[in-house]
């Protein structure tokens, strides 16, 4: 359990810590330039391996397991997760409606396993992983005013986001399933 908790403690330092502690992450990039970015991304590399270690580890308390209803929500929460960061990536017009697309599908994604993992590691990790998210979304928006929305939002960009996210929910549905854990089956 300790693990776990270390790694979403480490996630959340890694990712808050330039928008919290400015000075901080100032103070290491003017001592190692780019180099710093790499400490960053080692830090959160290191978060993730954690964080599947002490999750992979943990047996303990379940309050409820997954049904044929959780998982069809989660498949439909999953969907949307991985449209959204599509869509981040392609500018689609949702992104003129959501500010912050990428934190909204990190917030469906750990939502939807919630829904499906009634268990305290997935508390921790998922629930963990949420209020990151949330804590996020209101960190960025205190701190800087919205963009400017754009005026075109071509539809070869829209279609590209859903090729994207079909192909994408495929590839991410196969690696559960090959990792033993089926996303369509109850």
Known sequence: MTVLILGVLLWWVAHLLKRVAPAVRGSLQDRMGDGSKGVFAVLILLSVVLMTIGYRGYTGEVYWTRNAALVGINNLLMLLAVYLFAASGAR??????????????????????????????????????????????IVINRQSEPPAPKDEYPVRKEVSAIIATLVVFGLVSGVHIWLGYNPFGA
């Not at 500010?99 to 629930?127: C, E, Y």
């Open 92 to 137: 689609t017009r949702i992104t003129k409606i959501i500010r912050h697309p990428q934190l909204t599908a990190f917030k469906a994604w750990a939502i939807a396993h919630l829904l499906v993992n009634g268990d305290m590691a997935s508390f921790i990790l998922f629930g963990g992983l949420l209020a990151w998210a949330v804590v996020s979304v």
